[in-house]
Structures are given as C-alpha cells and as structure tokens.
C-alpha cells in the first residue's frame, strides 16, 4: 500500500504516500476508477501534489508527499476553441487562453475571453459577470485570472503585488543567448503611437524588472523562461529585444523570426494567494509543444 488517506472533504479526497512511485501508477494503485477515468481527471487539473495542481503522468512521487484527488465531476458545459477553464469557485475563474484572442473587447472587436466567459456564465445559470483583473496580448497564450464580482475584483486589483507571488513565462527567441540566466532592468515608457521603449535612464515610465533562464538552445533559437519581478506592459517582449534576442513572431518588437506562424510567448505559471479564502493556488500549464519541437 502506498499511501493512507488522511483527509476527506467535499471537494477532495486526500492522501499521504509512503512509497516513491510515478504518478499515474500511484493513483492507478489508489484509486477504484478506470486509466482512462484517471486520466481524465489529470487533464482536468482535478490532482495536486503539495497542494500544486500537477497534469504529468510520470509526476515523481515521494514519501511524504500529499494527494488531493478532486470528488467533483468534470464540468462539461464549457467547451471553447479559444479558451479552456483551469479552475472556477464561486469568486474567481483561472482560464488557459489560447493565442489569437484579447483578453477583453477593444474597440468594434467582440472576439475577446470576457465576452465568451460571460456567455459561459448566463448559460450555467451563475448570476454574476466576468470582471477583468490583468490582461495578455491578444497573441500571448497561456494563464489568467479573472473575477466574478465586482468585490473581488477590486481586491486582486489593489493588492496584485502581495497576491500574485510568481508569475512566469516560457518563449522562444531569435537567436542563441549564450548566458544560461540573468536579469534585464529598464525603464518602460509608451509613445504616443504605442510603443514602448526601453531606457538605461529615468525617462519618465515606469522601471520594470525581468529574469530569465535557459531552457533549451540551437544556433538558431533559445527556449527561455521568464520571470517577472515588475509587471509593465510589454515588459517581456521589450526586455528580449533589448538583449538582442527578440521573442519569435512579435511584429512589433521583432526581427522578422518567425518559425511557428504565432507570437511565442506563453504564460506558463501562475502562484496567488485566494482573494478571498488565502488559499495557496499554483498553476502551471506544459510549454507548447510546438515550442518544444524546435529544440529536438
């Protein structure tokens, strides 16, 4: 046996486990329920090692660690090409967005998530609306959080910094950076046509601060994560170009590299404390695939 329940609740099943083991073995050991039901509920995002939510199969389990299995069903009533939800309570959605879509409606545009959670929520029947707390480029893909209510919207919205304690990012960019990490500073300022530019002195922006790791490189190409210490608009994109490795498809900021037709800039990770509960909630997302292909 390789693990003991400690814990159950109405939402979670939870457990201890006593025995190195993979993921998908250890839960096919433990729980009364099909591989391909189990599978189910990792894509779900319904499994958390530690209280992190953990999608890999071959996850390494260790002694000690705690289990959560989720008890709800999945919810199918949300099915969108654009989007999908990663998690929902009663005050917040976490949503995966998918590139090509605003995080909220600009201008005649009526493509954009706020538009399709709302329809999402008036379909489930939830009287409540979707109140956008932090936005992504329209080709960004990856994590965000937004609200249900005005009340909690306000909170993320007044206290980003102290809730939100990591957020990340993974892209590829031009060229082959040959350091392994490091840290890019500057300070950020819009024009009156919407760029942003970069300054090694005050000019009036905003200053905004980025670390980066490799992950992955060819000559050609250089898999990095980024970690945002400042989050100011267009921070990554300026930073990578400022280094001379511009992130792959960006039109703006960009030196015309574009190997996947798709800006290649995607929010990965996601940490915040519960705007309302305190909760620890932690979310990561695979890097693309397609990513990925590129280092192979």
Known sequence: MRSNMYKTS?????????EESPLLEYLMETLDDSRTKIKAILQGRGIKVNGKIVTQYNFPLKPGMKISVSRKKENNTFKSKYLKIVYEDRWIIVIEKNCGILSMA????????????DDYLHKSRQ????????????DTSGLMIYAKDYE???ILEHNWHNIVYDRRYVAVVSGEIVEDGGTISSWLKDNKAYITYSSQTDNGGKFAVTHFNVLARTTEHTLVEFKLETGRKNQIRVHSADIGHPVCGDTKYGNGDN?????????YILCFYHPVTGERL???TPIPASFNKLFK
């Open 259 to 267: 190997p996947l037709v798709r800006l290649c800039l995607h929010a």
């Open 10 to 18: 109405n939402d979670y099943a939870q457990y201890v486990v006593t």
């Open 282 to 284: 932690e979310f990561e």
């Open 127 to 138: 009287k409540c609306s979707i109140h956008v707390v932090h936005r992504l480029d329209r």
């Open 106 to 117: 600009a201008g005649h545009s009526s493509l954009n998530v706020k538009t399709v959670l």
């Open 152 to 154: 909690t919207e306000q």
